[in-house]
């Protein structure tokens, strides 16, 4: 069983930066993609970024291009999301989570998650 642990949420006023990092319980091996989603109130968690196993490979969702990025540091067995010019709907629990196979079968496991609030 892999644990992960984010941190680095907080209250931020709007057009401000916050790094969340996500560390896991122990390194994978395997090809694997870390990602963050969110949670608003409300609503459904939705896909924030992905980094694939070497970090080059990377995907955003449309609402955070050219604002958030996703950096991963295998030796370390961390994920972080830097977030810059915050908006009041970046508004949201933040989840870590992990894909990978092993015995055929897909591993998917969450963060507990990080509440992360833009206000003034």
């Known amino acids: 069983q892999v644990q992960l642990v984010e941190s680095g949420g907080g209250l931020v006023q709007p057009g401000g930066s916050l790094r969340l990092s996500c560390v896991l319980s122990?390194?994978?091996?395997?090809?694997?993609?870390l990602g963050w989603y969110r949670q608003a109130p409300g609503k459904q968690r939705e896909l924030v970024a992905t980094?694939?196993?070497?970090?080059?490979?990377?995907n955003y969702a449309d609402s955070v291009k050219g604002r958030f990025t996703i950096s991963r540091d295998n030796a370390k067995k961390t994920v972080y999301l830097q977030m810059n010019s915050l908006k009041a709907e970046d508004t949201a629990i933040y989840y870590c989570?992990?894909?990978?196979?092993?015995?055929?079968?897909?591993?998917?496991?969450w963060g507990q998650g990080t509440q992360v609030t833009v206000s003034s």
């Open positions: 122990e390194s994978i091996s395997s090809i694997n993609v």
């Open positions: 989570n992990l894909k990978f196979w092993q015995f055929g079968s897909l591993r998917d496991y």
């Open positions: 980094s694939g196993s070497t970090g080059s490979r990377t």
